[in-house]
């Protein structure tokens, strides 16, 4: 997945190369306790997205414009895109890369 994008209230929204904030703010999500209060859970499910679009975008705003269903499939499609941009650097850094010469 090249874009990670999204519709809100009519309006495409496209997200910008991520920052380290937004692969920071879904490994503490993965590693939480997943019993969380069923609120909580979507506004933070949002929190993760919205990190994703940085100011163009807000939990509120997906709160407010998604389905229910559509935030998890959504959180689902960024958490894959941050990943797969992390994963497909760190295939392209050469190989033994900074080991010793020896």
């Known amino acids: 997945m090249d874009e990670l994008k999204i519709v809100l ?3 495409e929204h496209i997200a ?3 920052k380290a904030r937004a692969w920071r ?4 999500f993965d590693g939480q306790d ?3 209060a069923a609120p909580d859970f979507l506004e933070k499910y949002a929190a993760v997205i919205a990190e994703c679009f940085g100011d163009d975008v807000t939990a509120d705003m997906i709160l407010d ?3 229910i269903d559509d935030i998890l499939v959504m959180y689902r499609s960024a958490v894959q895109w941050v990943l797969g941009l992390l994963h497909r650097k ?3 850094l050469p190989k033994n890369a900074g080991a010793a010469n020896g």
């Open 34 to 36: 997943k019993d969380i």
């Open 25 to 28: 703010k879904i490994m503490e």
């Open 16 to 18: 910008p190369t991520p």
């Open 90 to 92: 760190l295939d392209e």
């Open 65 to 67: 414009s998604l389905d």
């Open 9 to 11: 209230d009519g309006v």
